[in-house]
Structure formats: structure tokens, C-alpha cells
């Protein structure tokens, strides 16, 4: 079996019916200035139930595209709005 990617976020948008967009974010060092900067990032999410909220903390798990630029399905939700 394959290791799953997994990513941790929060719910920015409703994306449509069964959708949400997160944003995930990570620290990493500047290469000149040696200082911890924030970089960000968007994924959309598949909720097969439609049971996320904007403001929601996840954990979504990688799973086979399901559409053009989706390929994560919900996972946990870690705290609610």
C-alpha cells in the first residue's frame, strides 16, 4: 500500500456542491534573510456529505483525482466554526 499524503488546514470557501477550498499553510526559512516566513497554499477538498462550514479546521487525505484539480478527500475535522 502507498503512503497517503495527508495536509491540514482551514476552510476558506464553499467551492460548490460537495466542495470546499482549504488553505494550508507552512513555515519555512528565507534562503537570504534566515527568517521564518508563512507560505500559503490552495487545495480543494472532496466532502461527500456537505457537512463543512467556513472556518473549519481539517485534515484531508489524498485520494485519485476526482475532478480536473481535485484530489483530496475529507478526512477528520479537528474543530468545528
Same mark, same amino acid.
Do not use: W
Given at each position: 500500500?502507498?503512503?497517503?499524503?495527508?495536509?491540514?488546514?482551514?476552510?476558506?470557501?464553499?467551492?460548490?456542491?460537495?466542495?470546499?477550498? +482549504?488553505?494550508? *499553510?507552512? @513555515?519555512?526559512?528565507?534562503?537570504?534573510?534566515?527568517?521564518?516566513? &508563512?507560505?500559503?497554499? $490552495?487545495?480543494?477538498?472532496?466532502?461527500?456529505?456537505?457537512?463543512?462550514?467556513?472556518?473549519?479546521?481539517? +485534515?484531508?487525505? *489524498?485520494? @485519485?483525482?476526482?475532478?480536473?484539480?481535485?484530489?483530496f478527500?475529507? &478526512?477528520?475535522?479537528? $474543530?468545528g466554526?
Amino acid at each position: 500500500m502507498t503512503h497517503k499524503r495527508e495536509i491540514q488546514g482551514n476552510v476558506i470557501k464553499i467551492s460548490g456542491d460537495k466542495t470546499v477550498s +482549504i488553505v494550508v *499553510e507552512r @513555515r519555512v526559512m528565507h534562503p537570504r534573510y534566515h527568517k521564518v516566513v &508563512k507560505r500559503f497554499k $490552495k487545495y480543494l477538498v472532496h466532502d461527500e456529505s456537505n457537512e463543512l462550514k467556513v472556518g473549519d479546521q481539517i +485534515i484531508a487525505i *489524498e485520494c @485519485r483525482p476526482l475532478s480536473k484539480t481535485k484530489s483530496f478527500r475529507l &478526512k477528520t475535522v479537528i $474543530k468545528g466554526a
